[in-house]
Nanobody, 128 residues
Framework: EVQLVESGGGSVQAGGSLRLSCTAS????????IGWYRRGPGNTCELVST????????YYLHSVEGRFAISQDIAKNTVYLEMNSLKPEDAAVYYC?????????????????????WGQGTQVTVSS
């Protein structure tokens, strides 16, 4: 059974930092592409970052470029999202997700079956 388990969410003041973790079981990173979505208005998730885009480099949503960094520890089967200089508009439920073509799906209903696997989500709150 494939599982993605997130951790690391919480509450911070604007300008603060958080690191989200996503530990995968039941598959390896060679089998898929891992990324992070966050839930916006309604139930729409926007793609925040993926480990690999078609040119092999990480993808970042424009509004988080330079502030967020994605990384992975293959030995631990874990992907991290380091979030710095957080802004109130970054507040959301963040989901770890896995799909071979995740970088082509920049907006999707959260936890849609269009994406192979989702984590349960972790709340990030940023106060001004």
């Amino acid at each position: 059974e494939v599982q993605l388990v997130e951790s690391g969410g919480g509450s911070v003041q604007a300008g603060g930092s958080l690191r989200l973790s996503c530990t995968a079981s039941g598959f390896t990173f060679d089998d898929s592409n891992i990324g992070w979505y966050r839930r916006g208005p309604g139930n729409t998730c926007e793609l925040v970052s993926t480990m690999n885009s078609p040119d092999g480099t990480p993808y970042y949503l424009h509004s988080v470029e330079g502030r967020f960094a994605i990384s992975q520890d293959i030995a631990k089967n874990t992907v991290y999202l380091e979030m710095n200089s957080l802004k109130p508009e970054d507040a959301a439920v963040y989901y770890c997700a896995a799909d071979r073509h995740i970088f082509t799906v920049t907006r999707v209903d959260c936890r849609s079956s269009f994406i192979d696997y989702w984590g349960q989500g972790t709340q990030v709150t940023v106060s001004s």
